[in-house]
């Protein structure tokens, strides 16, 4: 595997998930594939998760690991070319990660969505660049608009949870202070598309996603009808996508609260979200304290999902 | 070992002290211990000392190991409950812990008091909410109150330096240009009790530290008649225990300075501080120089007393 | 060896580059040479090359590696004696030194010239007393004065890419938006005066560089002329190093940025710069992505050179 960006990117998901569930169980199985291999994690944003997750996943694999928290211990990078650079930007995109690439054998990249231009979040610029010029294998920690480790972690959680063949899967924007990208809903959508669920998606109007991720999905309006008869409640803020109102919120409507009262409507439903999460705007203390809440077997899969991806491109060198 | 606080988490002490001597004249003896796990060091506040000793203790017995600095590379944790998470904190601590503890097998947190809350601090919220809620052994790397990889490092020392079978430890108080916590004084005060030492603090009015730590220690406002005949001098500035004046500083005099003069009164004493210590201020430059002085492999015993620690903790897996 | 700092520390320099290219051909031969072994990696300033290449050449070599950003994870340290510490520094280097000394087996550090005083600067106060408190050997990741890790690569790429027994090297001064020290011409014409080149500085007036480096260079204020016949360029921005303009931008003059027309007065000379570079002011877009520019195989090298400095002070342990 040389990128890792979406769920095609694994081929035959429900034998990924079988790999992970067998990587679970014994986790230092492969441990001579990193041998002298050295995993660099580039981090324009912050991170708890994916920063922790990803370095146990490569050391579990025997790598070493170096991190890099770029505008921290680095500096600022320019990414436009052509710009006479006498400003506060010491280095150029062009030049750091082709030097990234030199000291490393596999790259993982966290760039968020900056919401200046949906042109230029939505064509992975950052991202992209890397999978470019960086000579490496290079998979996204959530980049501009998707965030693949996570949506794997979600769907390893659902196999090991669910209850029937073909569970009813409700992915629900829910309100949030800051306007948020739409990387994880984007990814949960792609991964749900690919495996075998009903899956449905409920938001408000003027919070459709993009088609590319959304798909065949269900997609409703109501929350209280989507809910009803799920298996698994995914919960999530993000901003508008569709122009003019990019990146923009277009509602705080508390109703959408995943509260005891909504989970009442389901099947027993398990709750899920990516973290961090803002607790009584997203989801009420109840239910994240619930025994039907999931997210941190969610979290921890992380781990697993980053060590498939991972042991992949060591494969591929 | 599940938990490390107090010197009463190493049993017998003497035992523990000898087992911190034999581990230094071979570092490496118990490498196999650690292999495959990984040690996660939290920090909320800054550190040098805790942050190189630890690392290397960890890694001399073989295991991997992860630093995180909360709200530098993460973010912003909120840490009440029932909030309404609407503000600048991304995440609840009750979800950011049990997340830590999944890509981990032992965690140490530093987490300084915050004077804020005399109750807040003592009740060692944070400490406290990792080793109930993290699901793994958690340590102490200076928490609100303690600071026990310090204590047993400086118990070490004694141990090595001492010239008579009993010594005279006189802790004194300093004084210092800012407000600092009084989790080094509490816990030298915890381990010189359980050590066969004869304990003095010597300190101005209005200092006194929580008699959970003082207990039978011989307390007294006169530094000069402290100082005679002591054979370890452990200087150290502190802000008030006491109501109403928790987290003040209630003096700055001078004539606290750990001088020549002062350590003349000695049975020329050797010289100790946990460091970072404030020169001309805590301790002239002269005494901190002079042959007496232990700073320096005093803390190079922070290695070892997180190296006993550590180990225990990975025999306890 | 004990110390990094110059060309002079390496002994035979024809020797080192051997070593060198025989390291790159298979990094992890001396891989037993640093077990159980620490490399503290010490920043006062901002890396990307240096943190990454450093830390890989460390690891190849087996080494753990502690990476410490000194005013980021730890606090400002006091670097005069005598001083009542009462301000805002919270320890004396004369103590944080030995410490980090105690817990490595060799320790890097970065520290740039301040530009408040000369005298300071090229005394390398603060390289010194790490040299001289640590008791562990140290090398220099560029300091006030000199940038060794760098020279020593660039001699390695000049060796790797010559197609002349003695090759035309020309250093050229460039334009750029802010003061930068001297510590990269220093150490590349203290490594060229040594090494089998025609050595070559075209500078405008004023920016004359300290004899010690400079030596027997030939000297020219006129760039076209020096570019004639080049087989080498390497373009770097300093500021003024002689009094009373120490430290200051005496021009910005763009025509000695180095494009397309300077280049072809060249022998089709390579193109070389240390990274990180100003595109459009030190040189444009179209020579540093050509066919010639060899800025990325240089920094490639940063690891091979550390590489054999590491090694050599493992084997003088």
């Not at 690991?65 to 500096?75: C, P, R, S, Y």
């Not at 769907?155 to 669910?162: R, V």
């Not at 009262?261 to 705007?281: G, I």
């Amino acid at each position: 595997m040389r990128t890792y960006t979406t769920a095609k990117d694994l081929g035959n998901l429900e034998q990924a998930v079988q790999e992970a569930l067998s990587i679970k169980r014994n986790r230092f199985a492969f441990k001579h594939l990193g041998e002298n291999k050295t995993c660099l994690m580039v981090f324009f944003n912050n991170s708890l998760r994916t920063r922790l997750s990803t370095q146990k996943a490569a050391m579990n694999l025997g790598m070493n690991t170096i991190v890099l928290d770029v505008n921290q211990g680095a500096w600022k990078l320019e990414t436009e070319r052509g710009v006479i650079m006498d400003g506060d930007k010491s280095e150029h995109l062009l030049e750091a990660i082709p030097v990234m690439g030199q000291f490393c054998d596999i790259i993982g990249v966290r760039s968020f969505a900056r919401f200046e231009s949906k042109k230029f979040d939505y064509e992975e610029t950052i991202l992209n660049q890397f999978i470019k010029y960086s000579g490496r294998p290079v998979f996204s920690m959530e980049s501009a608009t998707v965030h693949p480790l996570q949506a794997f972690a979600d769907l390893i959680t659902i196999e090991e949870y669910k209850k029937t063949k073909r569970p009813k899967v409700v992915m629900t924007w829910a309100p949030h202070p800051k306007a948020l990208p739409q990387a994880v809903p984007n990814s949960f959508a792609d991964f749900m598309n690919e495996a075998d669920v009903d899956f449905v998606i409920a938001q408000p109007k003027g919070y459709e996603l993009d088609e590319k991720f959304v798909r065949n999905a269900k997609v409703t309006y109501n929350q209280d009808e989507a809910l009803e008869g799920a298996d698994f409640v995914y919960a999530k803020n993000w901003s508008a996508y569709k122009d003019p109102n990019y990146g923009q919120i277009l509602s705080k409507d508390m109703s959408w609260t995943v509260d005891t009262k909504k989970m009442a409507l389901t099947n027993n439903a398990y709750f899920m979200h990516c973290l961090p999460v803002r607790r009584n705007m997203i989801v009420t203390d109840d239910v994240i304290e619930s025994a039907q809440s999931l997210v941190i077997p969610e979290a921890g899969n992380r781990e697993i999902s980053a060590q498939v991806v991972i042991k992949r491109m060591l494969e591929s060198l």
